[in-house]
T-cell receptor, first 116, second 115 residues
């Protein structure tokens, strides 16, 4: 089974520039999540999709962050304009919608963003 | 508001000994708990989980204990191996409701197992 694919792996941009990250979840996983992991902290949920609809984006800084999941498969997360504090690893995860177990959560390897 | 806390940033253990990683939570709505392991440049990988209806769950060398009254859980690794060296994250979630599937993570504990 192929894992969650994310690209790019690394990105360095200047503050006020824009950047986009891409995620391809595991086939058949209806739920997709974007997490932000700042160095020294645990991952923090930014947005959750169920198929192509947003379930929860309460922790997404909507003045600069946006995300979409077209056709309920791939997803992109965009930051415009970027700030220094956005430097973090952006993790995408997908899961089955079955209760119990480990929620079938699978994380991608992440995109490490450095804003200079 | 840190709802899941791992108060030990790092832990160093000798190979073959027991590693004990601790986690505390404050949200009474959490009733499902998970441990993830993370190597550098990789995403977190699921290790073991426990439901609030249990106080212990075991999988090979890994055992998770839950003390619901103290809102505390711990991960025991016996015996510890050098390949266990990684960052360990505790995570929690309610099982139902609108927060279903949303994980709240602790800050992580860096485990180093010395040969």
């Amino acid at each position: 089974e192929a894992g969650v694919a994310q690209s790019p792996r690394y990105k360095i941009i200047e503050k006020r520039q824009s950047v986009a990250f891409w995620c391809n979840p595991i086939s058949g996983h209806a739920t997709l999540y974007w997490y932000q992991q700042i160095l020294g902290q645990g991952p923090k949920l930014l947005i959750q999709f169920q198929n192509n609809g947003v379930v929860d984006d309460s922790q997404l800084p909507k003045d600069r962050f946006s995300a979409e999941r077209l056709k309920g498969v791939d997803s992109t997360l965009k930051i415009q304009p970027a700030k220094l504090e956005d430097s973090a690893v952006y993790l995408c995860a997908s899961s089955l919608d079955l209760p119990g177990g480990d929620y079938g959560y699978t994380f991608g390897s992440g995109t490490r963003l450095t804003v200079v | 508001d840190q709802q899941v806390k791992q108060n030990s940033p790092s832990l160093s253990v000798q190979e073959g000994r027991i590693s004990i990683l601790n986690c505390d939570y404050t949200n009474s709505m959490f009733d499902y708990f998970l441990w993830y392991k993370k190597y550098p440049a990789e995403g977190p990988t699921f290790l073991i989980s426990i439901s609030s209806i249990k106080d212990k769950n075991e999988d090979g060398r890994f055992t998770v204990f839950l003390n619901k009254s103290a809102k505390h859980l711990s991960l025991h690794i016996v015996p510890s191996q050098p390949g266990d060296s990684a960052v360990y994250f505790c995570a929690a979630t309610p099982r139902g409701g609108t927060s279903y599937g949303k994980l709240t993570f602790g800050q992580g504990t860096i485990l180093t197992v010395h040969p």
